[in-house]
């Protein structure tokens, strides 16, 4: 279908504002200019029980976190979510329209992790920050309230390009045990050769040469080995099996659709419980734009219903 008018018209309002591609700037001015941005088109967030913020034990030196909780009693279940921005931008505002729609809808605590980005630490920072939150949000259930038996984990673009690593990571390292993934718009792999790539190559917000710049920056010079490492790509990885139950957001005017859909599809072959929806007329990363776009809320209302479902097994 064609682009969506609420897509179009929040594209026009982005344009605008008149920022530089982040190609032009340094790693410091794209953060700003994408938390101006961001401030100056607010999307809608949801009240929930209670916002906190704290820092917590990482690889390399202390991980800011936020926790949202929902309204109820506890214990409650866990997600945790990763935000997106190539690895480079982006911050817990990122996604907190999201972060607080799950924690509504999931009846969940969230920890949203402030991850160490490049170029200043390259992979694998990210994945291992991310990572090392999930461990120790599980061996802190007590003290947060939760039963961190039921484990999600959450993230748009870079950011689910992460929660798909930290669950290849979990299986891999023998724990925690995660029951299901939700991967918006993911980054999937290091490719550029995919359709989608070509067809959706620009105009449509995120480039795929701004794509490949975020990758350069995320991988450095030893980008080629990196690039085929799973936890950087994880439909690299050897064996995915055994991974927890995933749902799949893509958007039609993504440089990324055809990635997310690969990744869907092997992930069903190797015999996990897997749902892959395309948001006709959406372009990357829509998901967060509540209030904004209508199709934003919907994709949250799939995904919350998917993560209990898993829960319920």
Same mark, same amino acid.
Not at 288 to 312: M, Q, W, Y
């Given at each position: 279908?064609?682009?969506?008018?609420?897509?179009?018209?929040?594209?026009?309002?982005?344009?605008?504002?008149?920022?530089?591609?982040?190609?032009?700037?340094?790693?410091?001015? *794209?953060? $700003?200019?994408?938390? *101006?941005?961001? $401030?100056?088109?607010? $999307?809608?967030?949801?009240?929930?029980?209670?916002?906190?913020? =704290?820092?917590?034990?990482?690889?390399?030196?202390?991980?800011?976190?936020?926790?949202?909780?929902?309204?109820?009693?506890?214990?409650?279940?866990?997600?945790?979510?990763? @935000?997106?921005?190539?690895?480079?931008?982006?911050?817990?505002?990122?996604?907190?329209? #999201?972060? =607080?729609?799950?924690?509504? =809808?999931?009846?969940?605590?969230?920890?949203?992790?402030?991850?160490?980005?490049?170029?200043?630490?390259?992979?694998?920072?990210?994945?291992?920050?991310?990572?090392?939150?999930?461990?120790?949000?599980?061996?802190?259930?007590?003290?947060?309230?939760?039963?961190?038996?039921?484990?999600?984990?959450?993230?748009?673009?870079?950011?689910?390009?992460?929660?798909?690593?930290?669950?290849? #990571?979990?299986?891999?390292?023998?724990?925690?045990?995660?029951? @299901?993934?939700?991967?918006?718009?993911?980054?999937?792999?290091?490719?550029?050769?995919?359709?989608?790539?070509?067809?959706?190559?620009?105009?449509?917000?995120?480039?795929?040469?701004?794509?490949?710049?975020?990758?350069?920056?995320?991988?450095?010079?030893?980008?080629?080995?990196?690039?085929?490492?799973?936890?950087?790509?994880?439909?690299?990885?050897?064996?995915?099996?055994?991974?927890?139950?995933?749902?799949?957001?893509? $958007?039609?005017?993504?440089?990324?659709?055809?990635?997310?859909?690969?990744?869907? =599809? *092997?992930?069903?072959?190797?015999?996990?419980?897997?749902?892959?929806?395309?948001?006709?007329?959406?372009?990357?990363?829509?998901?967060?734009?509540?209030?904004?776009?209508?199709?934003?809320?919907?994709?949250?209302?799939?995904?919350?219903?998917?993560?209990?479902?898993?829960?319920?097994?």
């Amino acid at each position: 279908m064609p682009l969506h008018p609420q897509v179009k018209d929040l594209m026009d309002r982005r344009a605008a504002l008149g920022f530089p591609d982040n190609r032009e700037v340094t790693a410091d001015v *794209a953060r $700003a200019n994408a938390r *101006a941005g961001k $401030a100056s088109i607010p $999307a809608d967030q949801e009240p929930v029980g209670e916002i906190t913020e =704290r820092n917590i034990p990482g690889p390399a030196g202390e991980i800011p976190i936020r926790i949202y909780r929902p309204t109820t009693e506890g214990p409650h279940p866990l997600i945790m979510l990763f @935000h997106g921005g190539g690895w480079v931008i982006g911050d817990v505002d990122s996604e907190d329209s #999201m972060s =607080r729609g799950l924690v509504n =809808r999931v009846n969940a605590v969230l920890v949203s992790v402030d991850y160490r980005m490049a170029p200043e630490v390259r992979f694998p920072g990210a994945p291992e920050d991310c990572y090392a939150a999930t461990v120790w949000a599980v061996e802190h259930a007590e003290e947060l309230g939760v039963d961190a038996s039921n484990l999600a984990v959450s993230g748009t673009s870079a950011g689910g390009n992460l929660a798909a690593a930290v669950a290849l #990571m979990t299986r891999d390292r023998g724990g925690p045990i995660i029951k @299901h993934q939700v991967l918006f718009c993911p980054v999937i792999d290091y490719s550029f050769e995919r359709p989608s790539c070509v067809a959706n190559a620009e105009g449509f917000g995120l480039t795929t040469e701004g794509m490949k710049w975020f990758w350069n920056e995320y991988l450095g010079p030893d980008g080629e080995s990196n690039g085929h490492n799973p936890y950087a790509s994880p439909i690299r990885a050897k064996d995915l099996s055994g991974l927890a139950d995933a749902t799949v957001i893509a $958007a039609e005017y993504d440089p990324l659709l055809d990635e997310a859909a690969d990744y869907a =599809r *092997a992930l069903k072959a190797a015999g996990n419980d897997v749902t892959y929806t395309e948001y006709a007329g959406m372009t990357h990363g829509f998901n967060g734009s509540f209030g904004l776009i209508d199709a934003a809320v919907k994709t949250c209302d799939e995904a919350s219903a998917r993560i209990l479902a898993s829960f319920a097994k």
